[in-house]
């Protein structure tokens, strides 16, 4: 798996994908700049006027319904629709499902019909679209809904084999499956909770990534979210006494130096059976 690494870590600074991102309000500034940092290029369209064409010279599309309305939903069915025409590479954040129907019946359209090929979520988020968690946080994780690594590892492969996409389940502890092997990443900061738009930022990185190699969707989505994490846990360590806003910056930078060796040496994660 590291080999696929360090060739898309390669990949992503030489080719910069365009990564079409339709995306919350709340975190669209983080989102392109970290987008930018790992080496893709962004393009934040969300008007249904224009997404298909964007759709059209995207390496990739990002779906996130962070600050989901009328309009934006009507953009990112019309662009799903057409990614799945074009057979490119979309990837789905479910921010707040099960928080209410709204969200709930627009996620459930969007998975209708193999559209989507990554969800990245945390463990409320991923056991919404399961129909076990009524989410009561809106965007944030109940801590009722977490059990045990063994537990987030089966749920990650019950919605990867029901749905037919890769799952990532990201928290204090990270589990990505395709339904027949899963990654568990361990690296990662605290302090990711308390910034907004850390989960966001992790779902623009794995878009970044598939847009990058199709062939390594399931590695790419592993990396992505490995990128959030172990730059999180290095930043944490840099700034530990300097508070919140020197943290998001070390965090960004930490994300635009990231190396093959820096994960050799540094990440915290390993492969496991479903």
């Known amino acids: 798996m590291l080999e696929i690494f360090e060739k898309l870590l390669s990949e992503i600074r030489v080719k910069k994908p365009l990564i079409h991102q339709i995306t919350n309000y709340v975190t669209v500034n983080d989102c392109a700049n970290v987008t930018l940092a790992i080496g893709a290029s962004p393009a934040m369209a969300d008007d249904e006027n224009e997404v298909e064409d964007f759709v059209k010279i995207a390496s990739s599309l990002l779906i996130n319904i962070g600050t989901l309305n009328e309009n934006m939903k009507k953009s990112m069915q019309k662009a799903t629709v057409k990614a799945k025409k074009l057979k490119k590479v979309v990837v789905l954040d479910p921010v707040a499902v099960g928080a209410s129907k709204y969200r709930t019946d627009c996620v459930n359209k969007l998975l ?32 009722s809904d977490f059990e045990s690594i063994e537990n987030s590892i089966q749920i990650a492969k019950e919605l990867a084999l029901k749905e037919k996409v890769i799952v990532a389940l990201t928290g204090e502890i990270d589990v990505i499956s395709d339904g027949k092997r899963a990654v568990v990443i361990e690296s990662g900061s605290k302090l990711l909770q308390d910034i907004t738009g850390a989960g966001c930022m992790s779902t623009s990185l794995v878009a970044s990534f598939c847009g990058t190699n199709k062939e390594y969707l399931f590695e790419a ?12 846990e290095i930043a944490e360590n840099l700034t530990a006494k300097d508070g919140l806003g020197s943290f998001h910056k070390e965090l960004f930078n930490q994300i635009s130096r990231l190396d093959i060796e820096t994960i050799k040496n540094k990440g915290r994660f390993y492969e496991t059976s479903c």
């Open 112 to 143: 209708k019909n193999r559209k989507i090929s990554v969800i990245r979520g945390n463990i409320s988020e991923i056991k919404a679209l399961l129909g076990s968690s009524k989410n009561q946080n809106g965007a944030d994780a109940s801590s």
């Open 221 to 232: 989505t592993v990396l992505g979210v490995l990128t959030m994490a172990l730059c999180g």
